[in-house]
């Protein structure tokens, strides 16, 4: 696989900046490519441009302001608070379709640059539970993409079975935990790193942090 080339659905997040440094170690070529659907903070597209440009990799930023014309919500509008869901339900952050658009997307350039390799750090084990990103719709979606455009893709999904902690754990067996906490942003309030300590994020952030920490001082 080392001669392919491979592009990463990469937010500037943990997860997808994991996922970076995955297909990096897998694959000849690593192409970057980011939504910007007019995020709550444009910090995000800044802090994922930093980190494509300090990988070396190319980076393809793709308009989808479209998004918030569909589905105003809280990632999307200022005025709407992020919230976990309640009894169960979805978060208030969730846009219906949102990942099955995005990998569209990545579909059709992955067929435009000519990668063979999707790669998404979508999560099956995630607290928000976006049924576009359970292991069964991927998969899914891996025949449909082939057959509406007569490819060979491949979806991988590194991160589908982690939990955070594992998650910190795959990125310091790639060599890159101090990367991926001093550089990635995953706080709703726009804070890299560490984050606000306060946001749903963040405390799922570091909640698996930390717990990968002590789970690695015990050997
Ligand atoms: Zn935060």
Redesign the pocket.
């Known amino acids: 696989m080392k001669k392919d080339k491979a592009i990463v659905v990469f937010s500037g997040g943990q997860d997808s900046t994991t996922c970076l440094f995955w297909a990096m170690e897998r694959f000849e070529e690593v192409i970057a490519v980011t939504f910007n659907y007019n995020q709550r903070h444009k910090v995000e597209i800044e802090c994922a441009k930093n980190i494509a440009n300090e990988l070396g990799l190319k980076h393809h930023i793709l308009d989808m302001s479209l998004l918030n014309q569909l589905a105003p919500n809280a990632l999307t509008r200022e005025d709407i608070e992020v919230k976990e869901g309640e009894d169960g339900g979805l978060p208030s952050t969730f846009v219906p379709g949102r990942n099955l658009l995005f990998m569209s997307f990545a579909g059709v350039l992955a067929s435009q640059v000519g990668a063979k390799h999707i790669i998404t750090g979508v999560c099956e084990t995630d607290f928000s539970g976006y049924p576009d990103c359970r292991d069964v719709f991927i998969k899914s979606l891996n025949v449909t993409l082939n057959l509406s455009m007569d490819q060979q893709f491949v979806i991988h999904t590194p991160l589908m079975w982690l939990d955070k902690a594992e998650t910190w754990q795959l990125a310091d067996e790639l060599n890159a935990l101090k990367f991926v906490r001093e550089k990635t942003l995953?706080?709703?309030?726009g804070?890299i790193a560490d984050?606000?300590?306060?946001?749903p994020?963040?405390?799922l952030r570091k909640r698996g942090l930390d717990q990968y920490l002590s789970s690695r001082k015990e050997f």
């Not at 984050?195 to 946001?199: A, K, L, P, S």
């Open positions: 995953t706080c709703y309030n804070i984050g606000c300590g306060e946001c994020s963040c405390k």
